[in-house]
């Protein structure tokens, strides 16, 4: 009578454990493509990415470094202070895109140049929509930050 119980212990015990290494396989599989790993431009330019591996990239726009091609193409650079790196994106930007802001892109890099599918605009912490500003000073209550 012992040895059924043990015996029926070890074996919903390994039918748990198959089905934890099963669900984590699974898991992962399902996750491969959308896990992206986020780099700065010096960490592109000290280990170029494979081609084939899609990744995020972050930094700030440099500044006249934004050219409209024909079309919807537009080409500019990305720096973190200490590399740039060449961008291409052929879409609508966002809004708040632009020269000395945060931007952060998903895509590819090959051959040097980041070609990008989809580009996130950032703005930081402090920003405040135009009609609140003046509903504020209105009020006297606007206090500006020291940029």
Avoid: C, W
Avoid at 47 to 56: A, G, I, L, S, Y
Wanted: net charge negative; aromatic share 8%.
């Amino acid at each position: 009578m012992k040895s059924l119980k043990k015996q029926r212990r070890i074996q919903v015990i390994a039918v748990a454990a198959v089905a934890l290494v099963l669900s984590t396989v699974l898991i992962g599989y399902a996750m491969r493509d959308g896990i992206n790993f986020f780099r700065a431009p010096s960490q592109i330019l000290a280990e170029p990415p494979e081609p084939t591996e899609v990744f995020r990239i972050g930094g700030l726009v440099e500044e006249g470094s934004i050219v409209r091609g024909q079309g919807e193409t537009i080409r500019f650079s990305v720096t973190d202070g200490g590399a740039v790196v060449p961008v291409t994106y052929t879409g609508v930007l966002p809004d708040l895109f632009e020269e000395n802001q945060g931007m952060v892109g998903t895509g590819r890099y090959i051959n040097g140049v980041f070609e990008a599918h989809e580009i996130l605009a950032k703005h930081d912490e402090t920003y405040m929509p135009a009609e609140v500003v003046d509903a504020l000073k209105e009020q006297g209550v606007y206090k500006p930050t020291d940029s």
